[in-house]
């Protein structure tokens, strides 16, 4: 399995960035794939996922909710984050994960710098 997460850059507070996780070896649609981020100097911390199958149900950190958006596409078996109205705390590096056969794979960091 191979993650690629991309979208990743310098952005005014109350922009907007996209991030995005293509995957290989996958079919996205199966399996549960979302989102953590490391902030400099603290633990990596959940964001966002979305479950697999016909569910499709998305699930929020509460730092995020209502400004970052996760989405599917199944056809480019891709994964989405919509991040608007971006915080200076959003600044992280932003990893990709994929939850299959009791595993977790990870994608590279993309890295978020959120600065006037």
């Known amino acids: 399995v191979q993650l690629q997460a991309s979208g990743g850059g310098l952005v005014q507070p109350g922009g907007s960035l996209r991030l995005s996780c293509s995957a290989s070896?996958?079919?996205?649609?199966?399996?549960?794939i979302g989102w953590f981020r490391q902030a400099p100097g603290k633990e990596r911390e959940w964001v966002s996922c979305?479950?697999?199958?016909?569910?499709?149900?998305?699930y929020y950190a509460d730092s995020v909710k209502g400004r970052f958006t996760i989405s599917r596409d199944n056809d480019k078996n891709t994964v989405y984050l919509q991040m608007n109205s971006l915080k200076p705390e959003d600044t992280a590096v932003y990893y990709c994960f994929l939850s299959a056969n009791a595993k977790i794979y990870w994608g590279q960091g993309t890295l978020v710098t959120v600065s006037s």
């Open positions: 979305i479950v697999g199958g016909s569910d499709g149900s998305t």
């Open positions: 070896g996958f079919t996205l649609a199966n399996y549960a």
